[in-house]
């Protein structure tokens, strides 16, 4: 099975949204206005930290910018965006921090696809059984019945960069937020999408990542944008943890998979705003839904690799 954090957390809020966005593909026809801007800020962060040069950066956001022209709307405009960059530029002329592979092979932007440490889906379907220990983590990759192989778990993703600062390694990860504020931080320990890139990065520098810098840039539409910046820490103890729920997300996927019923969580339906799929679920019969999902959704399959936000 392979997954990434958007796959697990998407699953872990609710099934039924994993179901349709996730393993069916569906999603709202356009996009928003805070995730155009957000990849294309994104684009333009990447070729200044490749190259530092602004008018690589700003080319960057212009080529961007094209692909999500008609998506686009309110104040996050493209001219908000060169603008924002400009200023960040300015703010970060020079860095404390050094990239690593630089300049040659500067990891910026990595994609990144690696088994889970030898973790399997604890589920044989030869056999229809499951094994699960007193924490339901089982590291075996075979049977115990049959001998036959499990299925491994890649997990995977795409990090901003990797940087070394004060002879330590640490992931850079931009966000783009119209909410930075004193508690902005705070959800970013325990977080799984940075436990998860830290454990990649370690797997493909084969260098010890201690954590993660959050690079936040605080983006509204009248007052001044904000540069903020925060080191969240993960120990090996934390890893762990992050690969024992990974694992048993991923169970609990295979189980909705193997009995072909996707139960929706309906606290997640409206608890930030309406769910993406809400115009689906709230018809009761499943001829409806289907209707509306060819109606107002288009099939855009999720994956990873692709910058979305």
Request: hydrophobic content about 35%.
């Amino acid at each position: 099975m392979k997954v990434d954090n958007t796959a697990l957390t998407t699953h872990q809020t609710c099934p039924a949204k994993f179901d349709l966005r996730i393993r069916q593909g569906w999603a709202s026809k356009g996009k928003s206005a805070a995730l155009g801007f957000g990849g294309a800020l994104h684009s333009g962060l990447a070729e200044w930290y490749k190259k530092k040069d602004i008018r690589a950066a700003l080319l960057a956001i212009d080529t961007a910018w094209d692909a999500r022209a008609g998506n686009v709307d309110d104040w996050r405009t493209k001219d908000k965006c060169i603008t924002t960059m400009i200023e960040y530029s300015k703010v970060y002329p020079s860095e404390s921090f050094s990239v690593v592979g630089a300049p040659e092979n500067p990891m910026i932007e990595v994609p990144f696809t690696i088994e889970l440490d030898g973790l399997c889906i604890p589920y044989c379907s030869t056999c229809d059984k499951w094994y699960t220990d007193k924490q339901g983590l089982v590291t075996m990759t075979k049977c115990p019945s049959c001998l036959g192989d499990l299925e491994p778990i890649e997990y995977g993703g795409i990090f901003d960069g990797l940087i070394e600062f004060s002879h330590r390694i640490f992931i850079l990860e931009h966000k783009s937020t119209s909410v930075l504020g004193a508690s902005y931080f705070d959800q970013f320990k325990p977080n799984n999408q940075v436990a998860g890139y830290i454990w990649g990065a370690s797997k493909l520098s084969g260098k010890k990542v201690d954590g993660a810098l959050i690079n936040a840039i605080g983006v509204y539409k009248a007052s001044k944008t904000k540069f903020e910046r925060h080191i969240t820490s993960r120990s090996d103890v934390a890893i762990e943890e992050w690969k024992k729920n990974v694992q048993l997300t991923c169970a609990e996927i295979k189980f909705h998979e193997l009995h072909g019923y996707w139960p929706m969580r309906t606290q997640a339906c409206t608890l930030y705003g309406r769910c993406e799929f809400l115009n689906v679920h709230e018809l009761e019969h499943e001829a409806e839904r289907q209707a509306r999902l060819h109606m107002e959704y288009e099939i855009n399959p999720w994956d990873y690799e692709l910058r979305e936000a």
